[in-house]
């Protein structure tokens, strides 16, 4: 399932996307059809960051085996964490930019 633009209602093909800027911590993208800009919600934005957060974390806790008894949960966590960012990024809702 692709994102759909708010606007248009036509599907989002992330290789039609050619201008991108960045503003704090939140990405908008001007869909090439009708020239709209839009961006992810900004709650799941930062939902999608924070699950992204938590694989790099508890890989990375992983890898250097700290906490080694807890490798079980973090791999859980981790691994949750990067489910929800996957969601958010297939199903989230996008807005237009005001
Ligand atoms: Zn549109």
Request: proline residues 3%; glycine residues 6%.
């Amino acid at each position: 399932m692709k994102p759909t633009c708010p606007s248009c209602q036509n599907k989002i093909n992330s290789t039609d996307i050619k201008n991108t800027i960045k503003k704090g911590m939140f990405f908008e993208v001007e869909y090439p059809y009708c020239q709209t800009w839009i961006r992810l919600n900004k709650t799941l934005e930062v939902l999608k960051k924070l699950g992204v957060s938590l694989l790099l974390i508890t890989s990375l806790l992983n890898i250097f085996s700290i906490k080694s008894e807890y490798s079980l949960v973090f791999s859980t966590v981790g691994f949750v964490g990067i489910i929800i960012a996957i969601i958010i990024t297939f199903f989230g809702k996008h807005e237009t930019v005001k």
